[in-house]
C-alpha cells in the first residue's frame, strides 16, 4: 500500500533544484522533468522517483520475457531504462562494438519513494511507510541547502570516429542505400573522456538549463549516470491509447529573429527532411499495427516544427488503439528499438548501423520512463545525453543522423556536431 499527501509547492523551480540535490544520498534515483513544456499528451511536470524496494537488472537474454515477469507480478510504479541492445532479445542480432560504460541491459525498480508534480500541486507516494516519514522527508527537503562539488580538472573529450573515418562510413552506408539494402539508417558516433570525475547531478543541472527540453532525465543506479536533454518521446500508453512522436529533422536556433524563423520554416520545407520523417512515420505505423486494434493507426501530426531552446525539430505524432488483453511489455518489445534512431526496413538498418559504427549503444537510443500501476507508461528516447561509469570514471555522449540517398556526407557531420554542441558546452 502508498500513502499519499499532496503538498503545495509555491517556487516549483527551486524545489527542483532542492529535491536533486536531496537524492544525491540515494542509489537509485529516476527524475523526469518536462521543463514546463505543454503537449496534449502531458501528464506531470516532474515525475520523481527513489529507494528500490525490489528491482530487476538483467541482459538482453530473454529481458522482455523477464520485465513481463516483473511489471506484470509487481502491480505498482516501476521506473527504468530499456538499452539499445535489447534488439538483440527482438531479432537474431549481435552487439560486439566496445563498451567501456557497461551498463546492465536493462534496469528497473519499484521504488519506496515517489513524487508527482502538477502545476503547483505536489503528490508525494510512499510504499508502507507512516505519515510522519513523509512530512520529515518533506521538511528536509525544502530545507536542503548544499553545493556541488566543483571540479577543477579538465575534461578531455576525444572523438571516437574522426571526420575523414566519419565520411568515409557514410559514404559506406550510402552504397547500401544505392543498392537497395535499407532506405535509411541513423548513423550515430562516440565523443569520450576517461579517467574522469564529475558530479554528475551538477552536469545534469547545467545541461538542463541550456536545453529545457520535455524529456529531460537524471537517472543513477549505483555507479551509473545519465544526464538527459531529450526532446524526443518514444512511447506512452494512455488508457487503450498508443502514442509514438518521433523525431526526424534537426535545424540550428538564431539569435536574430528573423532569421531564426527563416530557419525554422526552411526546415519545414526542406524535403531532404521531410522525406526522412516520413520514411520514420512509415516504420512506427508497421510497429503500431502489431498490437493495435484494426483500423486504429493513425497520424495525427505529421513533420511538425516544434522549437526548443537549442534547435528546431521536425516530430510527428503517431496513435493508435490496443485491446485491454495486450500486455505493456508487448507493446514496447513489438516497436523497440525506435525507429528514428535505426532506419528501415529496421533489421537491415541495425545490422549495418552495428557494422559500421564503433561502440556499442547501450543506453543511448534506447528509453528511459516508467509502468503505472495500471500498466500504462511513458518512455522518451535517449538521445542530447551524457552517460557516466563512476567506477571506472568513464564518460560517454554520442550523437548521429538520418542518412538517406540524398545525404551530404559533410552535412550529416555538421548536424552531428550541432546536436553535441550542448554536451560540450555543459563539459566545457
Given amino acids: ?122 503528490e508525494i507516494q510512499y510504499l508502507n511507510m507512516c505519515d510522519d516519514e513523509v512530512d520529515d522527508d518533506f521538511n528536509a527537503i525544502i530545507n536542503f541547502q548544499s553545493e556541488f562539488t566543483n571540479y577543477e580538472s579538465s575534461i578531455a573529450i576525444q572523438q571516437r570516429i574522426d571526420k575523414e573515418n566519419y565520411l568515409s562510413k557514410v559514404g559506406k552506408m550510402l552504397e547500401y542505400i544505392h543498392r537497395g539494402d535499407i532506405y535509411e539508417a541513423n548513423f550515430c558516433m562516440e565523443f569520450f573522456a576517461e579517467n574522469t570525475t564529475i558530479d554528475p547531478a551538477f552536469v545534469y543541472q547545467k545541461l538542463n538549463e541550456i536545453s529545457e527540453p520535455p524529456f529531460a532525465v537524471f537517472f543513477k543506479n549505483k555507479d551509473n549516470f545519465l544526464m538527459s536533454s531529450s526532446p524526443e518521446r518514444y512511447l506512452k500508453k494512455e488508457g487503450d491509447k498508443v502514442i509514438s512522436q518521433p523525431i526526424k529533422g534537426t ?20 524535403t531532404k527532411e521531410r522525406s526522412e520523417n516520413i520514411m520514420i512515420v512509415d516504420l512506427v505505423r508497421n510497429d503500431l499495427s502489431h498490437t493495435a486494434k484494426k483500423g486504429t493507426v493513425k497520424v495525427e501530426e505529421l513533420c511538425e516544427v516544434f522549437t526548443f531552446k537549442q534547435v528546431h525539430q521536425m516530430i510527428s505524432t503517431v496513435v493508435s488503439e490496443v485491446e485491454n488483453t495486450i500486455s505493456p511489455i508487448e507493446i514496447i518489445k513489438s516497436t523497440f528499438p525506435m525507429g528514428s534512431m535505426t532506419g528501415a526496413p529496421k533489421i537491415s538498418a541495425m545490422k549495418i548501423i552495428e557494422e559500421l559504427e564503433e561502440t556499442k549503444r547501450g543506453l543511448y537510443s534506447g528509453a528511459v520512463g516508467y509502468f503505472s500501476p495500471t500498466g500504462d507508461f511513458d518512455f522518451n528516447v535517449v538521445i542530447r545525453s551524457i552517460l557516466y561509469n563512476a567506477k571506472n570514471n568513464y564518460l560517454s555522449f554520442s550523437v548521429g543522423s538520418a542518412i538517406t540517398a540524398q545525404s551530404n556526407p559533410e552535412n550529416e557531420y555538421e548536424e552531428c556536431l550541432l546536436k553535441a554542441k550542448a554536451m560540450f558546452e555543459v563539459l566545457s
Fill in 251 to 270: 535545424a540550428r536556433r538564431s539569435f536574430d529573429i528573423e532569421q531564426d524563423n527563416f530557419l525554422k520554416e526552411d526546415l519545414g520545407k526542406n
Fill in 1 to 122: 500500500m502508498r500513502t499519499s499527501i499532496i503538498k503545495h509547492i509555491s517556487n516549483t523551480e527551486n524545489f527542483k533544484k532542492q529535491l536533486l540535490h536531496w537524492s544525491n544520498q540515494f542509489r537509485e534515483v529516476v527524475f523526469l522533468d518536462s521543463n514546463n513544456y505543454t503537449h496534449k499528451y502531458s501528464s506531470y511536470d516532474l515525475v520523481f522517483a527513489v529507494d528500490a524496494f525490489t528491482s530487476i537488472k538483467t541482459d538482453y537474454h530473454n529481458a522482455f520475457e523477464d520485465l513481463y515477469q516483473y511489471q506484470s507480478h509487481s502491480k505498482d510504479w516501476l521506473f527504468g531504462y530499456l538499452s539499445y541492445d535489447l534488439k538483440n532479445d527482438t531479432e537474431v542480432l549481435h552487439s560486439k562494438n566496445l563498451d567501456n560504460l557497461e551498463f546492465p541491459d536493462v534496469y528497473f525498480f519499484q521504488p519506496k519513494k515517489l513524487f508527482f508534480l502538477k502545476g503547483n500541486a505536489l
